[in-house]
């Protein structure tokens, strides 16, 4: 079970907004992005890094990728704006946070083209004037070494982050706003679009956490998610290279 790594947020509710969402998407972000490279180490290391394998691990990325770009479009969007409106000081860390996700867009875009290259059909016939493709070691060490690269830059993004920003959110926004900024985010976003992605987010969630993200969800979609989305991601996760 995970543990929350904001700090000053603890696994009870206490003063201040509740960042929960929030501490589970950081918590999630520390964790599978290293699971990828153990996952795709431990696959080459037993001779099952196979074209579906590759594949499937494609689909456990592309998951998490979903929740990583909802994350920093909802920041640069709507978070940082309420947090600069009570401390405009913070001005220069946010369009460096910004900046930031630009970056590591790059290194994402990176890794989706490892995981595309490696699961490649072996032997298939190139298309006229397509390079040679790089054979799977090399395109394995590759991806490895910008999984390695991606995760230390992530290190350093998410402790800005929670150095600056996240005591301002938590502390000195008013509750006011941030319903409003929560709001607003709510409005702003298709369920469809998330919650097929959230078993991946609760996986390692505390119950008050869980109970916390799915409150509030309507009926039907919370039902949906416990036959449909949650049972087919716990069959996806049963079917990857071991971790």
Do not use: C, K
């Not at 460096?96 to 032997?123: F, K, N």
């Not at 369920?191 to 109970?211: I, S």
């Amino acid at each position: 079970m995970s543990t929350s790594t904001l700090p000053g947020t603890p696994s009870a509710p206490a003063a201040g907004n509740d960042l929960t969402g929030f501490t589970l998407t950081h918590d999630l972000i520390r964790r599978a992005v290293p699971e990828l490279g153990r996952r795709l180490a431990n696959a080459a290391a037993s001779g099952a890094l196979d074209e579906a394998a590759a594949a499937r691990l494609g689909t456990w990325w592309s998951m998490f990728t979903t929740i990583l770009d909802g994350h920093h479009t909802s920041e640069d969007s709507h978070v940082w704006p309420v947090v600069l409106a009570a401390e405009p000081t913070l001005a220069p860390v946010a369009r460096a946070l910004e900046e930031q996700h630009t970056s590591l867009d790059g290194h994402l875009a990176g890794i989706e083209e490892g995981l595309r290259l490696l699961g490649r059909q072996e032997g298939r016939e190139r298309a006229e004037g397509e390079a040679e493709p790089a054979d799977r070691e090399t395109v394995l060490s590759r991806l490895r070494a910008r999984i390695a690269d991606f995760d230390a830059l992530m290190y350093e993004h998410l402790r800005l982050e929670e150095q600056t920003m996240v005591p301002v959110l938590r502390d000195r926004v008013t509750g006011e706003a941030y319903a409003a900024m929560l709001g607003s985010l709510a409005t702003g976003h298709d369920p469809a679009d998330f919650v097929p992605t959230m078993p991946l987010l609760l996986e390692q969630a505390p119950p008050r956490a869980r109970e916390f993200m799915l409150g509030n969800m309507p009926a039907a979609l919370r039902t949906r998610y416990e036959r449909e989305f949650e049972p087919a991601y716990r069959e996806l996760l049963g079917s990857l290279p071991a971790a």
